[in-house]
Each structure stands twice: as structure tokens, then as C-alpha cells.
């Protein structure tokens, strides 16, 4: 036999004996506590309850999960700066499952910006898999935060969160591509841009199966803000409806099998009809500005905004 072959056998079979479930609080009195005595490949298996404090992965490729799922299953931040913190290099091995996860936390600290409040992924690339996260509120990613991760989120529900500058539900950041399976994004919000969801610095994401639901946005992006050419969003079979004042702030890729309701985006005054007060707005916006009359979001009040008050006057539909 190949000596090499029987080695990797070995290794392989050795790490299968090691794997260990350490239930919470039956083996463990915390989550933390159980993370922390976890090896790579364990399951840290938690009871139901209301669980508080900051988690934090410790660079380790661990299944976190709930017995019961997220009804029943609830990590709150209680005032951290995030309530799950995911920061060390983890794989798509490190698997976070089965939680609401909420908290009263500001974000943490990064560049000069806080983030993720709910969620903070920095550097690392893990697996999220049937989780809610909501009430949480951050500088920019007021429910989840991706900074140069590649991350899964599946079947996840992210709902009620806010951003001050952006990203309401999430901000993906600096050479991020996330992918979201089955998501919802419902009811954020931002102050400027991208209520659910917020793109920037080169980075790409696919939505697939996604809902993007009743999100609003202070300037522009209720839905999606995408302020720069050097990101992409790419969707498929997924619904945006109901957002404020519009569903898309810039270009996205369709592909195919999504369904994008109607919205009077171009409505600058926001009373249901396009007519001489969005033209007088757009006027007197006029030049460069970070504003709702930027209508195609170059930051500058332009004649391209002009001609698109003018290309649909009327009555909103």
C-alpha cells in the first residue's frame, strides 16, 4: 500500500474519532465556554434560552448550533459591541446555526467605522445557516458586517436592523464575496444608503432566492445600494418589493426569475407624482451632493437627473 495513502487514512480517521459534541449548559455553563474547550470539527450543541454576551469564534472551524432553532434559541448581545464575532480566518467549516441573534451593542470598531452589531465577519469566510438577526444598529452593517470574507448565509432572516450611514441589514466591504441562499431582508433601514443591504470596495455578491421587503434608505438604495462600478450584485429569483425610495442604487446583474415591483424612484418630493417640484428640487440640488436628487447616484445633480424627472412625469404608478 501507498505509504502515503495510509497516512492521510490515519489523519482522516484520526480527526473523525477526536470530533466531539459538547452540549451547552450540560457540558459547558456558557457558549463561550464551550467554544473555547472546542477543537476544529467539534459541535458546540446549545439548549434553548436566552443566552447573553459576546461570542467569539477564536479562529476555530466549529458547528455552533441550536437543539431547538431560532424560535426558541436567542444570543443577545446585551451591550457588546457585537453580539457574534467571526474574525480569525475561519473556512466555510465554521458553521453558525439555528440562533436569533440580537443585541443592544453599537457595532465594533474598525478604520474608524463600527460594524456588524449583530453579526461582525472580518477576514474569514464561515457558514451561516437558518439564523434571524435582528434589533441591532451600527455605523455601517447595523445587522451583519462582511469585511474581505467570502461567507454563505442560508436561509437567513435579517429584519429591523439600522445603519447612521449604511447598510441597515448589511455592508459588504473591501473584496467581499458573500452568498446569500433563501435570505430575507425585511424592514431596515439606513440614513443615507442601502437600507438592506450595501456594497463597497470591490466586492461581488450573488443573491439567489432572496426577499427584499419593505428596507428604506435615508438618500438612496431602500433595497440595494451599489454606489460604484467596481461592485457587483448579482440576482436570481429573488422579489423586491416595498422599498423606499427605491429598490436599486446603481447597476445589478438580473439573472433571470426576479420579480421587482413597481416604484416611482424618480419621485424626488416623495407625493406620489413626478411634476414641475421634483424638476424645481433637481434644480436646486444642483452640482455636486451626497442627496435623494442624485437620481443615478454619481454625486453630482446633473442633467442625467434632469432628463430622468422629464423621461417620467406624471403620476407614480
Not at 441597515?168 to 431582508?185: A, D, F, K, T
Request: with cysteine; hydrophobic share 40%.
Amino acid at each position: 500500500m501507498n505509504p502515503t495513502v495510509t497516512i492521510v487514512s490515519v489523519l482522516a480517521a484520526s480527526s473523525a474519532i477526536t470530533a466531539a459534541t459538547i452540549r451547552v449548559p450540560e457540558d459547558q455553563p456558557s457558549i463561550q465556554a464551550g467554544i473555547n474547550v472546542a477543537v476544529p470539527g467539534d459541535v458546540v450543541l446549545v439548549g434553548p434560552g436566552l443566552w447573553t454576551g459576546w461570542l467569539n469564534f477564536r479562529g476555530k472551524d466549529i458547528t455552533l448550533q441550536s437543539v431547538d432553532g431560532p424560535e426558541f434559541t436567542t444570543i443577545d448581545g446585551d451591550g457588546s459591541p457585537s453580539a457574534v464575532a467571526i474574525y480569525s480566518g475561519e473556512t466555510s467549516a465554521a458553521v453558525l446555526r439555528g440562533f436569533t441573534i440580537t443585541g443592544s451593542g453599537t457595532g465594533t470598531l474598525y478604520e474608524g467605522v463600527t460594524l456588524g452589531a449583530g453579526l461582525y465577519i472580518l477576514n474569514s469566510s464561515p457558514t451561516i445557516e437558518d439564523c434571524i438577526i435582528r434589533d441591532c444598529a451600527a455605523m455601517m452593517g447595523g445587522g451583519v458586517s462582511i469585511w474581505n470574507g467570502n461567507p454563505t448565509l442560508r436561509n437567513v432572516v435579517i429584519r429591523d436592523n439600522w445603519a447612521t450611514i449604511d447598510g441597515g441589514g448589511m455592508r459588504i466591504h473591501h473584496l467581499s464575496n458573500p452568498v446569500l441562499e433563501g435570505c430575507q431582508l425585511l424592514d431596515n433601514g439606513a440614513d443615507v444608503y442601502g437600507g438592506a443591504l450595501a456594497y463597497g470596495n470591490d466586492s461581488d455578491g450573488i443573491h439567489s432566492e432572496c426577499i427584499f421587503d419593505g428596507n428604506t434608505a435615508g438618500i438612496r438604495g431602500g433595497g440595494i445600494s451599489k454606489t460604484c462600478d467596481c461592485s457587483d450584485a448579482r440576482i436570481s429569483g429573488s422579489t423586491l418589493c416595498n422599498n423606499f425610495p427605491d429598490h436599486v442604487l446603481g447597476t445589478w446583474h438580473d439573472l433571470g426569475g426576479n420579480t421587482v415591483c413597481d416604484v416611482c424612484s424618480n419621485d424626488v418630493t416623495a407625493d406620489g407624482v413626478i411634476d414641475v417640484n421634483d424638476i424645481l428640487a433637481i434644480i436646486g440640488a444642483w452640482g455636486g451632493c451626497v442627496c435623494v436628487e442624485d437620481i443615478n447616484g454619481d454625486s453630482i445633480v446633473a442633467v442625467d437627473d434632469l432628463l430622468a424627472v422629464l423621461g417620467s412625469y406624471g403620476p407614480c404608478p
